[in-house]
């Protein structure tokens, strides 16, 4: 069970993400939910509350349907859901830096990245 001040930082971070990115692709709980392969769209509900975890096998899916910048997408969800993974990836990172690993991800670039 989730604690209540998880429930609303989860609401505020990526619920408040997942549902102004599913308003403005024009999608309802519903579609979004039918688009996904969920069988309850309430699901989707529950994940814009913070009421439960975005699973990570919807991150690529929702931000794929939702036409979001995935790997942002995927690194936010990795910082609330991970935040020790997070971490070990960028701790002491600049922003520069991160966004740098971001954009060798877009492209497709990160093993030339990791080889410097």
């Not at 549902?19 to 989707?44: P, S």
Request: charged residues 30%.
């Amino acid at each position: 069970m989730m604690s209540e001040k998880r429930k609303q930082r989860n609401k505020e971070n990526l619920g408040s993400i997942l549902k102004n990115a599913r308003v403005k692709e024009g999608y309802t709980q519903k579609a979004l939910a039918d688009a996904l392969g969920l069988e309850y769209y309430t699901m989707i509900s529950q994940m814009e509350l913070g009421y439960i975890s975005i699973p990570a096998s919807l991150w690529t899916p929702i931000a794929d349907t939702l036409r979001m910048d995935k790997s942002e997408w995927v690194l936010k969800c990795v910082l609330e859901y991970s935040p020790e993974i997070y971490l070990a990836l960028f701790d002491h990172r600049g922003r520069a830096e991160i966004t740098q690993v971001l954009n060798a991800l877009r492209k497709g670039e990160l093993d030339d990245l990791l080889k410097r």
